[in-house]
């Protein structure tokens, strides 16, 4: 009997082995002959050696084909563990649908969840901020726009390529007024922000996440708290611009240091500022619109990836307002 000892790098374990390892308990069962125990980021074989070569050839298949961050499910374990992988799979070029679906993983989330582009035009924003430092997204509700901004930054900060995240929304919402709210400062600001923390938690696991937030990795902070900083080597996101007025948005994108990433996104059918003050994001269209870096990417009904009723409920707000328009 022989032993050997596996290291699983350049590949998130919990992502490979499977929820609960249900990948490796699925291959357990092609290698009745194996002892094989996962643990932490390690995979311990024990058996004869030929079954062990056997078992490694096929697992050096499985290895490239999840360091190309395509899904992994029990077809593809199949195909691997039983037969063999068609070349195809493995071309860039094909046109394969597991293939297909390359880059449009974003990162795995907490217990190897899969974060993805789901729709053409968030696939569109992800290609748009590899290519641009200033990207604007906007469209209705439910399209994906924070969360896919916000998965972009927390790969961005674990593959180094910035050392904080800053994320941000104008603290003005339905008419309300911080001051009328109960608590201090943090307990005031939170509900605003309680969508960014949303998709944070589903991305981070919770005790980093919290030292994160204790050391300024992250920070979230209205808008106001911008005023005055320059915000370089991060990656920072604001939310709901179309809260936020000309002189506000103009304040905010004139932070940007040298090495910075900004991702603006908000909802033009939901502006909630006081008749009398013009949307920053709609002035923001106008203007900048030409400028070379700044991508503008537009997310419609169909990117919406909520519960189906939504769509339904956009598509008959919509109804009223065109025939009021």
Known sequence: MLEKLITVENVNPQFLFGVNNSNINFIKKRFPK?????RGSELKLIGDESEIMAFSSKFDKLLEYASRRLDINEDVLEKIFEGDLEKKVFNPNSTNEENGKLNNIILYGNNAKVI???TENQVSFVKAVDKND???????AGTGKTYTAVALAVRALRNKEVKRIILTRPAVEAGESLGFLPGDLKEKIDPYLRPLYDGLEDMIPSEKLKAYLESGVIEIAPMAFMRGRTLDNCYVILDEAQNSTTAQLKMFLTRMGPSAKMIITGDLSQIDLPRKSN??????????RDIKGIAWIKLTIEDVVRHKLVKSIIKAYQTITDSND
């Open 116 to 118: 993805r582009a789901r």
């Open 134 to 140: 200033i990207i604007f997204a906007h469209g209705p």
């Open 279 to 288: 949307s920053g994001l709609v002035e923001a269209s106008k203007i900048l």
């Open 34 to 38: 194996l002892k094989i125990v996962a």
